[in-house]
């Protein structure tokens, strides 16, 4: 039931996963991996993002969001439907506060970025160390809390976003303006995170590759 509703309400989803290793012959890399899926204009619910940056073997930034797509301050309902009665706001805090003393707030370079997050975003730059026993502790939180934290927002998402049982009603005008939201949105994001940074870890023509590839199934252009 699930896979059938998925299939008539996504409108794109990106499954990547990215891998280069940083000059200097020192051996260390730099791993992207990242799940986003957005939904059509059949129901207001937010977009799922989980993206995970690692940037060594004890650190990784994390990010896990149902991105809204309504102003919230001009939508206090959204607020309550999505992030509050849902639970995912008082989990996400409780789950966060588990990393404790290995993780501290990720703040994005990016404005932009930033004010595209919820208030219930997970968004924490774990860091276990540099000594031998660092690697051995980000194996654990991934594998224990950071792993759990991941289900409960896929788990939300999957119950009151993808089922579309959460949804409101909009009028055709509103639902326009929020399909539109949502296109603006995704150009931005696609510049900031990908035509920006790509060509930093790839060769130029590889870059503009994935990005044109991107932008193609992203927003039909």
């Given at each position: 039931?699930?896979?059938?509703?998925?299939?008539?309400?996504?409108?794109?989803?990106?499954?990547?996963?990215?891998?280069?290793?940083?000059?200097?012959?020192?051996?260390?890399?730099?791993?992207?991996?990242?799940?986003?899926?957005?939904?059509?204009?059949?129901?207001?619910?937010?977009?799922?993002?989980?993206?995970?940056?690692?940037?060594?073997?004890?650190?990784?930034?994390?990010?896990?969001?149902?991105?809204?797509?309504?102003?919230?301050?001009?939508?206090?309902?959204?607020?309550?439907?999505?992030?509050?009665?849902?639970?995912?706001?008082?989990?996400?805090?409780?789950?966060?506060?588990?990393?404790?003393?290995?993780?501290?707030?990720?703040?994005?370079?990016?404005?932009?970025?930033?004010?595209?997050?919820?208030?219930?975003?997970?968004?924490?730059?774990?860091?276990?160390?540099?000594?031998?026993?660092?690697?051995?502790?980000?194996?654990?939180?991934?594998?224990?809390?950071?792993?759990?934290?991941?289900?409960?927002v896929l788990g939300v998402w999957l119950e009151h976003c993808a089922g579309?049982?959460?949804?409101?009603?909009?009028?055709?005008?509103?639902?326009?303006?929020?399909?539109?939201?949502?296109?603006?949105?995704?150009?931005?994001?696609?510049?900031?995170?990908?035509?920006?940074?790509?060509?930093?870890?790839?060769?130029?023509?590889?870059?503009?590759?994935?990005?044109?590839?991107?932008?193609?199934?992203?927003?039909?252009?």
């Amino acid at each position: 039931f699930i896979y059938f509703v998925l299939c008539t309400q996504i409108a794109f989803m990106l499954e990547a996963w990215f891998h280069r290793e940083l000059p200097g012959g020192g051996g260390g890399a730099i791993d992207i991996t990242a799940l986003i899926v957005n939904l059509n204009g059949a129901t207001d619910a937010p977009h799922l993002v989980m993206e995970f940056i690692q940037g060594g073997p004890a650190s990784l930034i994390v990010l896990l969001d149902l991105l809204p797509r309504v102003d919230l301050p001009l939508h206090p309902s959204y607020i309550h439907r999505y992030y509050a009665a849902t639970g995912l706001d008082a989990r996400a805090r409780r789950r966060v506060a588990g990393l404790v003393p290995q993780s501290r707030p990720y703040v994005s370079p990016s404005l932009l970025v930033r004010s595209l997050w919820s208030p219930a975003a997970v968004v924490a730059d774990v860091q276990c160390g540099e000594g031998p026993g660092g690697a051995a502790a980000l194996d654990g939180i991934v594998r224990g809390e950071l792993a759990a934290t991941a289900m409960d927002v896929l788990g939300v998402w999957l119950e009151h976003c993808a089922g579309g049982g959460g949804g409101g009603e909009m009028e055709a005008a509103e639902r326009e303006r929020m399909v539109a939201r949502d296109r603006k949105v995704a150009a931005a994001e696609l510049e900031v995170n990908l035509a920006a940074n790509l060509p930093r870890m790839f060769d130029a023509g590889v870059a503009d590759r994935v990005v044109a590839e991107i932008r193609k199934a992203f927003m039909g252009s």
